[in-house]
């Protein structure tokens, strides 16, 4: 069964920067697009960026475009997130995702079908 494991949340001051791991596990990592995504306390789960399956097309929300970077090593099966210029808007537990079909690239939830258990990151101001 498909395994996301996301890791390199922490506590950081503002400003900081912080760079999120998720390591997947399978055989099909390379024909599937990745997302992030996270969740405040008190809020919905919203999207944060996506990356293509072969990292040609990325797409970010317009809350972190320009601070944010995605990337993938399929040779690894990892998607990474770097976050830079971090704020206490961006305090959440940050979940990496794998759409339900390859060949597939969307901002949606509903696309993507495996998560990760989520890590959690929090900025202090």
């Known amino acids: 069964q498909e395994q996301l494991v996301e890791s390199g949340g922490g506590l950081v001051q503002a400003g900081g920067s912080l760079r999120l791991s998720c390591a997947a596990s399978?055989?099909?990592?390379?024909?599937?697009?990745m997302g992030w995504f996270r969740q405040a306390p008190g809020k919905e789960r919203e999207f944060v960026a996506l990356?293509?399956?072969?990292?040609?097309?990325?797409l970010y929300a317009d809350s972190v475009k320009g601070r944010f970077t995605i990337s993938r090593d399929n040779t690894k099966n990892t998607v990474y997130l770097q976050m830079n210029s971090l704020n206490s808007e961006d305090t959440a537990v940050y979940y990496c995702?794998?759409?339900?079909?390859?060949?597939?690239?969307?901002?949606?939830?509903?696309?993507?079908?495996?998560w990760g258990q989520g890590t959690q990151v929090t900025v202090s101001s």
């Open positions: 990356i293509s399956w072969s990292g040609d097309t990325t």
């Open positions: 399978g055989r099909t990592f390379s024909t599937y697009t």
């Open positions: 995702a794998k759409t339900r079909m390859p060949w597939t690239t969307a901002p949606g939830l509903n696309v993507y079908g495996s």
